[in-house]
């Protein structure tokens, strides 16, 4: 399959990477041209725009930032749309694997299908080790025959690839993802300095608890490197803010309650607001301890 | 080994049963006589009070409801101190296994030392199912050569038996184990809540996720009850109340900020004055959906 990708970044390279290695032929584009270099040394080909990819393409992915950087991808000046639209296509698949919000990617997709590109919302958890393993959860929400058509590029990429819904599904799920794996590392790292403080070693504590309901893969993998003061990312603190800052936007549009999500996101504030933004979201350890006066 | 049996409830019933049917010689006392009956049934010896029990066993257990329940059979009339004292002997081992506070765990324990008693911290996890199955959690503080006696008696009660460190070491990893499933089934509900709000089937979000790092025992089995809207207790609400309110009283008395944890606590009294208290602490998602006007 020819397929186009946009965004080389730290996820978007090894995943580009990995559809090259299965054999796809990969255009690629990106913004700052010094990018494309080690796809196009490994035999992608350098397009000079999205609407380039659009036009010759069968599915263009992207992995950008956030929602502004999807919408001029998807929507903007030599964008995916103004390419499809300028080859007078009605078959192209757009298959968007950031992490934005679930209602700016229903918006996108609403405006896509008026130019008559198909978008999917395909979110990833795994991070840069199992972008590079392929070895990713997508998380695809869209039409059914657009995700059989992305399906076998997605799988390049993944180890577990699901169709949550219609649009906006893979977001949300991604959303419930960050929910769950940002409060797991508060609530975790609660844990271990409830236990130092109070005296007794974290490290048997954590053993213990590995055996019982109490057992999580924050836990047990996120959870071992606190023990080792090991916060290099891994994700990054300040993704995991940004992240956060989505689930609480949307829960306020929903008018939904969500306190320990609240909280986190208040710590991941405070986290990135005392210079650990670039270090692992393990870092709400060091936070905790920062705040009690146990460095 | 002869062993008394403090606390015949819906926790204490199962395990000494299951000291029963490994062979040990069990002498119960409970408050309610009543509660003594099925035991006597199965072969255990009934007496008169705690000090009756201290007077003649090894080892004493309790399983009751909280610190001053624990006080009282350790230091009241007729209690644990009072029989040792009367019989000479400062060879006793008494475990505690209810969960309370570790302060009053290490006070209780520090008072009986003076009286020739030893005592252990010894909370469980696992609930009913596990007391039943003998396939209990215990998290043990103390020392070491009161462990050695009482682990035999443990190890018919439990599958996984750890002693953690000295003296409240055991409460210590009850707390963080009760954060971590309080806490755990907070954002499992928060983020089950969120899928369904914003249109997506929370029962595809929960399998995705159970492939990644949000898998937890929390997403899988209690994920798996809140979907079939299978509240019956299991783990009550107002248990797992008390639990928080010992996390939160403990973080207060060492000046330790636990964010999420305060949160869950806030949701776990909420729940109980919403008349959730006897169902299962599952109810979080009920409370939530309530909270948003989405029953």
Partial sequence: MEIGFVGLGIMGRPMALNLLKQGHAVSVWARRPASMEPLVAAGATAAASAAELAQRCELVISMVGDAPDVEAVALGAQGVAEGAVAADRSDLVYADMSTIAPTAAREIAARLVERGVTMLDAPVSG?????????????????????????????????????????????????????????????????LLFARAAGVDPERVREALLGGFAYSRILENHGERMLARNFKPGFKTWMHQKDLRIVLEEANRMALALPASAATSQLLNAAVGSGMGEDDSISLLRLLEQMAGRT
Avoid: H, Y
């Fill in 127 to 191: 991070g840069e080790v199992g972008a590079i393993a392929g070895s990713l959860t997508v998380m695809v929400g869209g039409p059914q025959n657009a995700f059989d058509l992305a399906r076998p590029a997605f799988e390049c990429m993944g180890k577990t690839v699901t169709r949550i819904g219609e649009s906006g599904a893979g977001q949300v799920a991604k959303a419930c993802n960050q929910i769950l794996t940002g409060a797991g590392i508060a609530i975790v790292a609660e844990a």
